[in-house]
């Protein structure tokens, strides 16, 4: 039984035809373009191949390859005293390019987590330091001179060479990366939570233990820099007494030359060539022993080869063997630096097994089998956890340095933290608050707040348990297609098409009797629940029914039960039923529709408890109008004439009744907020399974409505299908606002009438007149916006997340309050300020927002 949500009484204006040229209320706005052309295919094409590429292990195991000849080339081809660097030139191209590739790829596939991170900078300065090594750019391959003032001093030598180190930095922060392959490190999809907390803290501890590592090797010798510096000057020394003796005693040179290399004789170094220059002058047997070679050969390389220069001679030394030595140097110091991240890190991660990992791994699983006892749905939560797993982008792993906000812990965590979610959901639902908080509620005019406090009770249902399904006999096909066939052939006959049966735009105040009655015999026909009955039976039953509806009564009416029953119908034939509910209770569903409001005498619960009518008192306040529509109909079937469950078994009957007593009794507007929150129980325990029923039946072809196995699961539970067949029947009851406006209109003046009508007779009795039946003050689009604002959207907008197939009835129900609010706008007598038309209309958006957050469009 609605609150309200009707329509026309007789002399009426005729309602004004649909406007169908107003825009869909719920069409998505067309959102400006984000990007152009370009940037949408790096997005979708580009950025996914590059993902892959980063993940593929010979690409990983290339540039693995590709660091260790960055690190090590430079020095070996000092090492192996190769005579220059052509070759190594090629080599080192090569890797630069494949730096450069690297940094390429990894900035569009991860560039939310790589992108200007540490590791980004690290590796670009990494691939320019390169540039250093490249004798074409650098010009290292070259002889070096010994004469220049910068080389002389060795502090800038030192900073110099740190600041070659520090520009290998980024080369050294490359060997971080392979901590990802020690064992407790790298990630599986199947891993616990306590696997991936251990795999994340050893990662982060040995990331910055590596990192301080390298920031040690290359910050110490800078403590170096100023002390006391311990210089060989005898180069120097060497040049100045060959110069003394050419301006002294030019005889003694060739002497001296003998005593110097016998002084460099047991050095590592030594003067392999001393030259004149052409401003020398000296006696010719002393010229003709210049150039003076040394014994020991000259350099292979170059760059091993340092030039002395003064005014009259050129002095070259071998410093081949100081050269190794500190290439080796640099090398031995890069794989200690490895060995020490390495060993470091292989510590850490046994340290941290067995400080957090066994501990853990224990509790966690145990919160596994303690979350699975809490929900039946919690193995589905746990098997679209790990397909979200196994789809997520592994950029997480390239950005644990950065902080990255992806998935930081395993199953098990996110599996207790979706459980604590729904019991937090679960206890907000059934804790006992008001539908509309206070604040709300104090900006509410008096006939808002009305409509609220009339569908607010406290009367509770019956808790009467339905039995399992029993198991069917196979139902004779031929039979009931024969049935149906008739039925169909009754309908059309009296004048009705089968399109208008199967819509929504089925308005019985435009039928005459006789279609009324052909449209009901048709709805309540054993085709569409499967018990079969006499049809003089039922006849007589419909008969029976329509003289027990109050006649004067402008909404609770016959046509108003012929209306119910024809939106239980469809709701039966849209949500398939027929998959969860039984022959028995589809049956007592619609005969209850037929009956559920018999005897109704235009007044509300409220009145005749006010009053202390006679129905009050018989049934104690508790449903009055509902216990007696139920007493009614037993009344009627009590008749041997119009036993429409004869044909049922005595176990049958008592079913039957007990479905039929428990829905018409929660068609009391005082259990409609109960509803909405069993409903809303309902969805949030099984949000997974509904989730995926609603993908499946929008991918379904138009006209489809498919259950997935999951959803008849559950709603074969006999308390869903209790609640099923109670939310079909009260959807039915206040179904108005669901349908065109034409029609809804018409049923809106129809209730808003009766509502009057029991205004005028408190009035008459000196009782308190509710908001509501005030002829004088309500203001009849208005109520109506509020109806479906704060009454059936809540219940809609619930079960569509249940029954997607009733989705189009909450888009039809928006487009309505649309509507309402232009007639508001436009039909009252003073014009609505623009304050009030700019809350209104912020009411309906609100409205419309929640309806695209619910269906995500």
């Known amino acids: 039984m609605p609150g309200f949500s009707g329509v026309t009484p007789t002399g009426l204006p005729p309602a004004p035809p649909p406007e169908t040229d107003a825009p869909h209320l719920l069409s998505v706005e067309k959102e400006p373009a984000q990007s152009d052309g370009t940037s949408q295919f790096i997005k979708k094409k580009v950025a996914p191949q590059c993902r892959i590429i980063v993940k593929n292990r010979y690409f990983q195991a290339a540039m693995f390859l590709a660091l260790l000849c960055a690190l090590f080339l430079p020095d070996m081809w000092v090492i192996i005293n190769r005579p220059n660097n052509s070759d190594l030139d090629v080599l080192l191209t090569v890797v630069l390019a494949m730096f450069l590739f690297e940094l390429l790829v990894q900035s569009i596939g991860l560039s939310k987590s790589y992108l200007k991170s540490f590791f980004f900078w690290m590796d670009m300065l990494g691939a320019m330091s390169l540039l250093l090594d490249l004798a074409y750019i650098s010009s290292s391959d070259q002889s070096v001179s010994g004469n220049d003032e910068v080389a002389d001093n060795v502090i800038i030598m030192r900073a110099a060479r740190i600041a070659k180190l520090g520009a290998r930095a980024g080369r050294f922060t490359k060997l971080v990366k392979l901590l990802r392959f020690l064992p407790g490190v790298r990630k599986n999809a199947d891993d616990g939570t306590a696997k991936v907390i251990s795999a994340r803290l050893i990662t982060a501890l040995s990331t910055r233990t590596s990192c301080l590592i390298i ?32 301006e002294n005693r030019p005889a003694t040179l060739i002497w001296q030359l003998g005593e110097l290399a016998a002084f460099y004789e047991d050095k590592s170094y030594y003067p392999w060539r001393v030259s004149l220059k052409s401003l020398a002058s000296l006696p010719s047997d002393v010229s003709q022993q210049f150039p003076w070679i040394s014994e020991k050969g000259a350099p292979l390389r170059l760059s091993n080869n340092m030039v002395y220069e003064s005014d009259f001679f050129k002095v070259e030394f071998n410093l081949q063997s100081p050269n190794q030595i500190d290439a080796l140097m640099n090398i031995m110091l890069l794989v200690v630096v490895m060995v020490l991240m390495v060993s470091f890190s292989l510590v850490l991660s046994n340290s941290v097994s067995a400080i957090v990992l066994r501990p853990l791994e224990q509790l966690l699983t145990q919160v596994r089998t303690m979350a699975s006892t809490i929900f039946q749905s919690v193995t589905d939560m746990a098997v679209v956890m790990k397909e979200e797993a196994e789809d997520q982008d592994d950029e997480e792993e390239e950005s644990e340095e950065e902080g990255s906000k992806g998935k930081a812990f395993g199953n098990e965590t996110e599996l207790l933290a ?77 004048g009705l098409s089968m399109d208008l049966i199967d819509s929504w735009s089925l308005n019985p105040l435009e039928l005459d009797r006789a279609r009324n009655h052909a449209a009901v015999m048709y709805f309540a026909g054993p085709h569409n629940h499967g018990i079969e009955f006499d049809p003089v039976l039922m006849g007589n039953f419909l008969q029976e029914a329509e003289l027990g509806y109050v006649k004067y009564a402008p909404y609770h009416n016959w046509f108003h039960a012929v209306d119910c029953t024809h939106a239980v119908y469809r709701l039966l034939q849209l949500c398939s039923a027929e998959a969860y509910l039984s022959k028995e209770e589809r049956y007592a569903l619609i005969v209850s529709a037929i009956s559920h409001d018999l005897g109704h005498p235009g007044l509300n619960n409220t009145f005749l408890i006010e009053t202390g009518h006679e129905l009050a008192l018989l049934y104690n306040d508790k449903s009055p109008l509902e216990n007696m529509h139920c007493a009614r109909l037993f009344e009627i079937v009590g008749q041997a004439r119009c036993n429409v469950f004869a044909s049922l078994t005595k176990a049958q009957y008592y079913d039957v009744r007990k479905v039929c007593i428990d829905a018409i009794l929660h068609t009391d507007n005082a259990q409609h907020f109960t509803m909405v929150k069993e409903v809303q129980m309902l969805y949030e325990v099984n949000s997974e399974m509904f989730d995926a029923s609603r993908e499946i ?62 205004g005028e007779a408190e009035a008459k009795l000196g009782v308190p007149v509710q908001a509501l039946n005030d002829r004088n003050r309500v203001n009849r689009p208005f109520s109506q916006v509020g109806f479906i604002e704060f009454l059936v959207s809540p219940l809609m907008f619930i079960a569509m997340k249940v029954l997607p197939q009733t989705e189009h009835l909450a888009v039809q129900m928006l487009q309505n309050a649309r509507t309402w609010q232009k007639h508001w706008e436009t039909e009252h007598k003073d014009p609505p300020s623009d304050v009030d038309r700019r809350m209104l209309s912020d009411r309906i958006v609100k409205l419309e927002h929640r309806y695209r957050s619910l269906t995500n469009t």
Request: charge should be negative; proline fraction near 5%; charged fraction near 25%.
């Open 215 to 246: 920031l040690l090797v290359m910050i110490m010798p800078l403590f170096s820099m100023w002390t006391y510096p311990e210089e060989d000057w005898s180069r120097n020394s060497y040049v100045e007494i060959l110069e003394r003796a050419y």
């Open 418 to 494: 979706k459980v604590v979610q729904k019991l937090a959901v679960i206890s907000e639902i059934t804790m006992h608050k008001p539908v509309v908080d206070t604040e709300t509620l104090q900006g509410l005019g008096e006939g808002d707040r009305a409509v609220i406090h009339g569908f607010q009770g406290t009367a509770s249902a019956a808790e009467a348990e339905l039995p399992d399904e029993d198991e069917e006999e196979e139902p004779d096909n031929e039979r009931f297609e024969n049935m149906f066939i008739a039925q169909r052939a009754m309908v059309e006959n009296a």
């Open 697 to 758: 039946f929008l991918m379904n072809e138009p006209g489809e409505h498919i259950l997935i196995q999951e959803a008849v699961e559950c709603f074969r539970l006999p308390e869903s299908r209790k609640l099923m067949v109670n939310l079909f029947l009260h959807m039915a009851d206040i179904s108005n606002c669901t349908k065109p406006f034409r029609i809804s209109r018409i049923w809106s003046w129809q209730i808003l009438e009766e509502f009057f009508m029991q």
